[in-house]
């Protein structure tokens, strides 16, 4: 198993027609490395809620996984309320998760 700083490293890889959302094992495995209070969805999503002490901080931190999205070419959906961000990561393009959802996550964990 890597270490969860390694699919932070990573970068997300776009998603070829053919390619599978992956299922059981696979996403444990993942899950296991990415951690930090993440959790998959029904095998088709991570969710994620992100706490702060004000609106402030999460407009930030909002804006923050707004560049990284546009850098990496893979975008969240991004819920931003008072003291609280909620982002629900998966490829739209098969409707599932592949190992670059997870590598988003991790990424957007080092946004904070």
Do not use: G
């Given at each position: 198993m890597r270490p969860m700083t390694d699919l932070a490293m990573r970068e997300c890889v776009p998603c070829k027609g053919g390619?599978?959302?992956?299922h059981g094992p696979e996403l444990d495995d993942l899950l296991a490395q990415l951690g930090n209070d993440w959790r998959v969805v029904d095998e088709h999503h991570l969710d994620k809620e992100f706490r702060?002490?004000?609106f402030r901080e999460a407009l930030d931190f909002t804006y923050r996984v707004g560049q990284l999205a546009e850098e990496q070419g893979h975008h969240p959906d991004i819920y931003l309320a008072w003291g609280k961000v909620r982002l629900t990561i998966w490829t739209h393009k098969i409707n599932g998760l592949?190992?670059?959802?997870?590598?988003?996550?991790?990424?957007?964990?080092?946004?904070l």
């Open positions: 390619t599978l959302p992956l702060f002490t004000n592949t190992e670059s959802d997870f590598v988003f996550a991790a990424k957007s964990d080092r946004a």
